[in-house]
Nanobody, 121 residues
Framework: QVQLVESGGGLVQAGGSLSVSCAASGSIFRINTMGWYRQAPGKQRDLVATITSGGRTNYVDSVKGRFTISRDNAKNTVYLQMNSLKPEDTAVYYC???????????????WGQGAQVTVSS
C-alpha cells in the first residue's frame, strides 16, 4: 500500500557530513510521525530522530547538535542531515512513517529499505 524509498548515505571520514532522504508513496491519507532509526552490525535497531506532522522534533542524545531531521509534507518526504559524523554513527539507517489510511480509518507503520552510512576514522 505504501512504499518508502530511501536515498543518500555513503562513506565519509570522521567529521564529515552526509544526508539521507526517504520518500513515501502510495495510498496515503495523512502521515503522522516520520523518523529515522539505525542499526549497527550485531546490535538492535535504535531510534535516531523523529518529527511530527507539525514539525516537532526529537533526537537521541548522542546525535543532538549534529543531526537535523526535517520533512516536506507536500512531498511526503523526510530528511536527515548528519554533520560532524563519528565512526560510531556507522550503521544502516532506516526511515519510518506512521501512515493514516482510508480517511482516518486505521494507521499502519512502514519502514524503508535502509541506507548504509559508514564513517571512517
Amino acid at each position: 500500500q505504501v512504499q518508502l524509498v530511501e536515498s543518500g548515505g555513503g562513506l565519509v571520514q570522521a567529521g564529515g557530513s552526509l544526508s539521507v532522504s526517504c520518500a513515501a508513496s502510495g495510498s496515503i491519507f495523512r502521515i503522522n510521525t516520520m523518523g529515522w532509526y539505525r542499526q549497527a552490525p550485531g546490535k538492535q535497531r535504535d531510534l535516531v530522530a523523529t518529527i511530527t506532522s507539525g514539525g516537532r522534533t526529537n533526537y537521541v542524545d548522542s546525535v543532538k547538535g549534529r543531526f537535523t531531521i526535517s520533512r516536506d509534507n507536500a512531498k511526503n518526504t523526510v530528511y536527515l542531515q548528519m554533520n560532524s559524523l563519528k565512526p560510531e554513527d556507522t550503521a544502516v539507517y532506516y526511515c519510518y512513517c506512521n501512515v493514516v489510511h482510508n480517511w482516518g480509518a486505521y494507521e499502519r507503520d512502514y519502514w524503508g529499505q535502509g541506507a548504509q552510512v559508514t564513517v571512517s576514522s
